[in-house]
T-cell receptor
Framework: GNSVTQMEGPVTLSEEAFLTINCTYT??????LFWYVQYPGEGLQLLLK?????DKGSNKGFEATYRKETTSFHLEKGSVQVSDSAVYFC????????FGAGTTVTVRA | EAGVAQSPRYKIIEKRQSVAFWCNPI?????LYWYQQILGQGPKLLIQ????????DSQLPKDRFSAERLKGVDSTLKIQPAKLEDSAVYLC?????????????FGPGTRLTVL
């Protein structure tokens, strides 16, 4: 069936480090792909999305590219800040939105 | 613009009791969703409304869960009777429509603890 698998956490980094969170999906068609973020004490919010192969979503210094050949949508940021500490969810939409388990990221000053 | 409102924010009940959650979506949003997020997992869709009609309730445990969206605006999710495994955060979201271009906006959630 359709599903999404993302890298398990927690992930702890120092400020200005490079962040990658792996996400792969299994789908019978070509879903739209999303990254959502949940900051401490806040609601879930959309970070970026890509709706077709080779599209790159970007926002707040984060990027992810829709790779059909590897069925992946890895999230990257070149230099993280303490304010990036949050839980990150990979998701895909094929008739409905389905989420991965989430990856907790903590950035230390 | 006001976001998605949910109440209560926290609820503690004993098993076999009943509980209800309320959601007020963003004004003008036709589509409303209820998700269940168990600790350590991603949100799982329980039910989706388009205006006041149900689009998808395939993952709603209908023997104990019910939801309604009267007049196509506010929505209520009820659990009766609650079980221990219902302990979770219940998220409400809304979107203008039902396409990939329609971003879902999430409320703060209601954290339910069943003892």
């Amino acid at each position: 069936g359709n599903s999404v698998t993302q890298m398990e956490g927690p992930v702890t980094l120092s400020e200005e480090a490079f962040l990658t969170i792996n996400c792969t999906y299994t789908a019978t068609g070509y879903p739209s792909l999303f990254w959502y973020v949940q900051y401490p004490g806040e609601g879930l919010q959309l970070l970026l999305k890509a709706t077709k192969a080779d599209d790159k979503g970007s926002n707040k210094g984060f990027e992810a590219t829709y790779r059909k050949e590897t069925t992946s949508f890895h999230l990257e940021k070149g230099s993280v800040q303490v304010s990036d500490s949050a839980v990150y969810f990979c998701a895909f939409r094929y008739y409905k939105l389905s989420f991965g388990a989430g990856t907790t990221v903590t950035v230390r000053a | 613009e006001a976001g998605v409102a949910q109440s209560p924010r926290y609820k503690i009940i004993e098993k076999r009791q009943s509980v209800a959650f309320w959601c007020n979506p963003i004004s003008g949003h036709a589509t409303l969703y209820w998700y269940q997020q168990i600790l350590g997992q991603g949100p799982k869709l329980l039910i989706q409304f388009q205006n006041n009609g149900v689009v998808d309730d395939s993952q709603l445990p209908k023997d104990r869960f019910s939801a309604e969206r009267l007049k196509g605006v506010d929505s209520t999710l009820k659990i009766q009777p609650a079980k221990l495994e219902d302990s979770a955060v219940y998220l409400c979201a809304s979107s203008p429509g039902n396409t990939d271009d329609d971003e879902q906006f999430f409320g703060p959630g209601t954290r339910l603890t069943v003892l």
